[in-house]
Each structure stands twice: as C-alpha cells, then as structure tokens.
C-alpha cells in the first residue's frame, strides 16, 4: 500500500509549494520519508516546525527498536528523515505524527502572514 500526503491545500492557495509525506508499507516492512519539499518557505516552515517533532520520532524509534529488522535505517533531523525496512505499524504511527505535524506548521504559517517574505522582513 501506497500512502502520500498531498498538502494540495497549501498549494492552491499560496502558489508556494508544500511538504513532501511518502510511505509504501509491505505485509512485513515499510518504508517512509519526509521533508519540507517543494516548499519556497522552508526557512519559516523550519522555524516554525514544532521542535518537539525529532524527539517524538526518536522516541517512536528506540520503543520499537527491538521489533526491527537489523537492516532498519533511521536517517532525520528537523523538518525532513525517512525510515526503511521498519515495521508497517511504526511506519503508520510516523506518518500521522508528521501529517499532524506539518498541518499544524502549514496554518502556523498562515497565521504569521510571513508567507513570501524574506526572514528580515517576519513579524514577531
């Protein structure tokens, strides 16, 4: 199975690219990655990520560090990572993380009305 989140939303309306959320799962292993993609904000998309995002991963990650394939890779920080040959369960847990993660920056950043402005000109 196939998932991608689109964040076709973001893109229609601001003409500003969106995120990038990708996961194939398999019966045994899935493989996932994220990142702030095609976005021409990535620097206010970075700073407005909720920091707490790297941890949660990290954490998901050594709880199921047990149950994993010795082949299972973890590659991440801050607002892009991907896994591969994790297991279909912590693939999905991490791909709702993210989702909610990155819906939650993308109208953060509507909020800020810092969209298209360069990071001299972002209001507080």
């Not at 790297?54 to 299972?72: F, G, M, P, V, Y």
Request: glycine content about 6%; overall charge positive.
């Amino acid at each position: 199975m196939i998932l991608r989140q689109k964040f076709n939303y973001f893109e229609v309306k601001h003409h500003r690219g969106k995120p990038y959320l990708f996961a194939k799962l398999n019966k045994v292993t899935a493989h996932i990655s994220w990142s702030d993609g095609t976005l021409f904000d990535e620097r206010l998309f970075n700073k407005l990520i909720d920091n707490e995002l790297d941890n949660k991963i990290h954490a998901l990650w050594e709880e199921s560090r047990q149950t994993l394939s010795t082949k299972s890779v973890y590659c991440g920080g801050g607002s892009s990572g991907s896994m591969y040959f994790v297991t279909p369960a912590l693939a999905m847990n991490i791909y709702r993380l993210v989702t909610k993660c990155f819906l939650n920056t993308l109208k953060a950043m509507e909020r800020s009305g810092n969209i298209g402005k360069s990071p001299l000109e972002w209001s507080a």
